[in-house]
């Protein structure tokens, strides 16, 4: 294997070499502004000053226990569409909702001609 040798870097020659003049200057150009202002200028907009409120008072347990039990007594089973009625007169009222509808009744159908039939009081 062999070995790598590197030369040295070379100086260069006299002749090669440039002087100048003057040393370089670097000059900030003069920016003229017209009148020239005592107040700064306003960057932020004012905003009001919100001052937080104090939340309402919690309702007591008992008027939330008793409003949740009202509504509950006052649903029946007619608003809910969920709620199971007459098997026998549901699929007969599903099948005829899939024939009006024109829809083959199955499997994957089949519950949701029942919820029409229902939401449409055919049964």
Known sequence: MSTR???PAAKP??????????AAKIEAPEIVT????????????????????????????????TDVREKLAKKSTEENVFVPTNPAALEKAAGEVAKDKGFELNRGTSIGA??????????
């Open 5 to 7: 040798r590197t030369k």
């Open 13 to 22: 020659a006299e002749s090669d070499l440039q002087v100048t003049p003057e």
């Open 34 to 65: 017209g009148e020239k202002n005592s107040e700064p200028a306003q960057v932020e907009t004012p905003t009001e000053e919100v001052k937080p409120t104090a939340p309402a008072e919690a309702a007591a347990p008992e008027k939330i226990q």
């Open 114 to 123: 029942r919820l029409m039939a229902r939401a449409g009081k055919s049964i």
